[in-house]
């Protein structure tokens, strides 16, 4: 069963789409609607729409939309029933009782109780006999007992079957132990094994306590060195960071991004609390804007070895992108820092204080990188390396910083600042020039309907589309019109099954004297929540009058009268030449 109306429009009332968007991203009034950077995609100019009259969202850079629920959805990673939860505990409500399908959050539940269990298992396994050689390798990384009881360190053993035979004596299930990720169904078909073993493990937490998904790290020559968790109903490897949960509670909008557990730990312990680190994939997009919302400033802490030089290149512009300020610490003499730290003779804790502290930008670190590879003492060297310089300020967004490095690059080169500028706007018009050509592509191809993935129909009836999406914006903002339209034209007339689906779906409600957008979220996908705010939000303005109504309703009606291809292939000759002469017959 379906969540009352009643309690919905309850939920969304007390839970402004304003107000809970706020904490998030951070909004400007535009007109009626409130704008800003959106959240779920790293952009420069404000694309992330919130319509304040209906309760809406909708970024027009990434196709991200729909209302105050489905925003708790994609910002939290939750499913429909735990972001109805999530925004009833936010404003004091009460869940109605067996009113819903919550089959969904109970599994989730369930997974979060299982991993908090096996947590618990492998913590207790770390300090068991079987868990001494798990141990030595710890403490000979200089972690303290305290370090492996903060961030819940473990082992798993060696035999396949002792966690799952763990859970199962707990109660869990067979089916919710796979669903975890934490066990596979044997080849055969029968019984369950574990996912890890002979691990050391590092439970990755979510920002409200919960144990989501582990790593384990093997100590033999035996690959892979790292496993992780696959993607499961809560958690998505691309969507999180291992101790942001720790490091939001620092206080600092600043993050240090370091590239494994290990070094996340010794960062954490020498002081540095603020350390996060991807979960064994290279940066995402997402992870970014997750960042974003907590840190100002990202420090790139990487390896200094080959691989992690070009895992900084690649995430210095992820982090750009996603609007972050960057530095780049560099380790001396090749070291990571879990390493660099336990060198305490040499190093430390102290040490590491220092070169944080001196860290360079991104922009310098990049030009400092193109001066190990060309030599500026020859001519070539100087060409080549302001022609790759130039095209990292063609990057920058920020017309004074282009200007100071303009400046400070004339002057390394010994080349005039007008020469260097002359270039930039070469560099700039070329890049803009494709740029435009892009959007212009972009703007053909969404026309068009090629890249609709709701709508598979759109591509072959361009038209039909137009006008079916027009006529339900209308209907939607003009419910009191329902009866109206409906005398005028019939669902059957629609041309596109989902535009069909969604006329009869608006019709119905109005028809019940319900709101129309009110259950949006629950009654549809995301993405095709996300596709019904983008027909409302773009058709909205052109179809304000009773006049444009009727047009788009001869339209749709004029369309379906026309016969498809298959249709014309299969006409007999008379039952062509009747159609051909209808048709003169309506352009006389």
Known sequence: ?????????????????????????????????????????????????????????????????????????????????????????????????????????????????????????????????????????????????????????????????????????????????????????????????????????????????????????????????????????????????????????????????????????????????????????????????????????????????????????????ILRNAGLLIRVLIIPNGKDPDEFIRNKGKNGPVAFANILEQSGNDVEYRFAKLKTIYDLRTSEGKINFLTEAVKILSTLDNSIEQDVYVSKLSKEAEVSKEAVLTQLQRVNFKKNKENAKKEFRQLQTNLNGRDDKINNQHYQKPRSTAAEEALIAYLVNNPDKGEKISKKISSDNFQTDFNRKLYEYFQQRIKNSLDPMLNVSGDFSSEEASKIIQIISSYSKSVSTEQAMNEYINTINEESRKLSKNEIEQASETELLEYIKNLKDKHK
């Open 1 to 317: 069963m379906a969540l009352p109306e009643s309690f919905i429009q309850e939920l969304k009332l007390r839970n402004d789409i304003t107000d809970v968007a706020s904490s998030y991203v951070n909004l400007k009034r535009r007109g009626r609607n409130m704008v800003g950077l959106c959240p779920f995609h790293g952009e420069k100019t404000p694309s992330f729409n919130i319509y304040t009259e209906n309760g809406s969202f909708y970024c027009f850079g990434c196709g991200i939309g729909g209302d105050v629920i489905t925003f708790i959805m994609k910002i939290e990673n939750l499913d429909y029933i735990d972001a109805v939860k999530f925004l009833a505990q936010r404003a004091g409500m009460n869940m109605p009782e067996n009113t819903y399908d919550d089959s969904m959050s109970a599994l989730r539940n369930k997974i979060y109780e299982a991993n908090r269990q096996a947590a618990r298992y492998y913590f207790k396994m770390l300090h068991t006999a079987q868990g001494i050689n798990a141990m030595n390798y710890l403490r000979g990384r200089a972690l303290s007992e305290k370090t492996i009881r903060h961030f819940g360190l473990g082992f798993a053993p060696e035999q396949r079957n002792s966690l799952c035979n763990h859970l199962k004596s707990l109660g869990f299930k067979d089916s919710e132990i796979v669903a975890a990720n934490l066990a596979f169904k044997s080849k055969n078909g029968y019984g369950i094994y574990d996912r890890f073993s002979n691990r050391v493990m590092f439970p990755i937490i979510d920002l409200r306590g919960n144990v989501i998904a582990f790593g384990g790290r093997i100590m033999t020559d035996e690959k892979p060195k790292y496993l992780n968790t696959s993607d499961t109903p809560v958690f998505k490897k691309s969507a999180n960071l291992f101790s942001l949960n720790n490091a939001k509670n620092t206080g600092k909008r600043t993050l240090i991004l370091c590239e494994g557990y290990m070094d996340v730990i010794a960062v954490n312990q020498a002081g540095f609390e603020n350390a996060v680190a991807t979960l064994g994939t290279a940066l995402t997009n997402e992870q970014a804007m997750l960042m974003k919302r907590y840190a100002d400033e990202v420090i790139i802490c990487y390896d200094a070895d080959e691989a992690g030089q070009k895992a900084t290149q690649r995430a210095i512009q």
